[in-house]
């Protein structure tokens, strides 16, 4: 099993940037793939990106592309997502999560999220 703590999350002006840290208890980090995933108030848990075990592949939602970077370092067992020319539209719970199988947009162990709140 896997432990998952987010941090970073913050009050930002449109158009800034913040990063995302996600880090994992167990010497098991680098055999999952990492995702961040987001939920903003009266809507349903969506998908943001993921990242393969060693870093190689890497998925984003259409409306993040450009914008948003994921990346991991498993010597410091730790994902990250830089969030670049936020909107509004970004405000949201941001949650971490370990994925036994990449590519599938779904996590099996979750983290308990941070919040992120973009102004106008």
């Known amino acids: 099993q896997v432990q998952l703590v987010e941090s970073g999350g913050g009050l930002v002006q449109a158009g800034g940037s913040l990063r995302l840290s996600c880090a994992a208890s167990?010497?098991?980090?680098?055999?999952?793939?990492m995702g961040w995933f987001r939920q903003a108030p009266g809507k349903e848990r969506e998908f943001v990106a993921d990242?393969?075990?060693?870093?190689?592949?890497?998925d984003y939602t259409e409306s993040v592309k450009g914008r948003f970077t994921i990346s991991r370092d498993n010597a410091k067992n730790t994902v990250y997502l830089q969030m670049n020319s936020l909107t509004p539209e970004d405000t949201a719970v941001y949650v971490c999560?370990?994925?036994?199988?990449?590519?599938?947009?779904?996590?099996?162990?979750w983290g308990q999220g941070t919040q992120v709140t973009v102004s106008s």
């Open positions: 999560a370990a994925m036994t199988l990449y590519g599938l947009r779904r996590g099996d162990y």
């Open positions: 167990g010497r098991t980090f680098s055999s999952y793939a």
């Open positions: 990242i393969s075990s060693r870093g190689a592949r890497t």
